[in-house]
């Protein structure tokens, strides 16, 4: 199944807001409420920042928000801090075969 | 909180089999809780998921390397394996295991959407 598209790179000022989208198909991330959002700093593990396409693990800051558009979920930071930069991914669930698919991932930059 | 850590050779040839093994700490295999994943990712590129397993032994493999990879669970060692059959370069990448939380509703159970708890990844090289 084709990956999920992202945009490359991203970027703002500290204290601003960035959005990455994340498009797929109504077979992915228009069919169901399994989106969910990876951050990964450079050498480490991703982190689950958001699930069910809106919801927030414990201990992730209010600052990260998800939410969906049809077929094109997307991640908000909103007060852009330094260790915010890093690389994101979408993920969802794809009913075309049990399986998961995700975003070919998107750097920030916090200027 | 669940911890997970991937262990297993760093080279394999081409053709051979890949054989790793997530222990798992804080938490136990044959908890109903959770979905056992496996996810890859190649050096500089994303994620690639690769299959989970139930405690209960029930699987399910991506498509596109379901023919070539086996899941089991050892409740008496508390972790979960892969191997993954015939690799050619293209599998070099880090392996990771993860968590997928389990959701029950009428008697039924099944994985969720998400992973939530991951290892901190082995990298596997495959050259002869």
């Known amino acids: 199944q084709s990956a999920l598209t992202q945009p490359r790179s991203v970027s703002g000022s500290p204290g601003q807001s960035v959005t990455i989208s994340c498009t797929g198909t109504?077979?992915?991330?228009?069919?169901?409420?399994?989106v969910s959002w990876y951050q990964q700093h450079p050498g480490k593990a991703p982190k689950l920042m958001i699930y069910d396409v809106i919801k927030r693990p414990s201990g992730v800051p209010d600052r990260f928000s998800g939410s969906r558009s049809g077929t094109t979920a997307s991640l908000t930071i909103s007060g852009l801090q330094a260790d915010d930069e890093a690389d994101y991914y979408c993920?969802?669930?794809?009913?075309?075969?049990?399986?998961?698919?995700f975003g070919s991932g998107t750097q920030v930059t916090v200027l | 909180q669940v911890q997970l850590q991937e262990s297993g050779p760093g080279l394999v040839k081409p053709s051979e089999t890949l054989s790793l093994t997530c222990t798992v700490s804080g938490g136990s295999v044959s908890s109903a809780n959770y979905y056992w994943s496996w996810l890859r990712q190649p050096p500089g590129k994303g994620l690639e998921w690769i299959g989970y397993?139930?405690?209960?032994?029930?699987?399910i493999y991506s498509p596109s390397l379901k023919s070539r990879v086996t899941m089991s669970v050892d409740t008496s060692k508390n972790h979960f394996a892969l191997k993954l059959g015939s690799v050619t370069a293209a599998d070099t990448a880090l392996y990771y295991c993860?968590?997928?939380?389990?959701?029950?509703?009428?008697?039924?159970?099944?994985?969720?959407?998400?992973?939530?708890?991951w290892g901190q990844g082995a990298l596997v090289t495959v050259s002869s």
């Open positions: 397993i139930y405690f209960s032994g029930s699987t």
């Open positions: 993920c969802s669930y794809t009913g075309t075969y049990i399986s998961y698919v």
């Open positions: 993860a968590t997928t939380r389990t959701y029950c509703a009428g008697g039924d159970c099944y994985p969720g959407g998400d992973f939530d708890n």
């Open positions: 109504s077979r992915d991330v228009g069919g169901y409420n399994y």
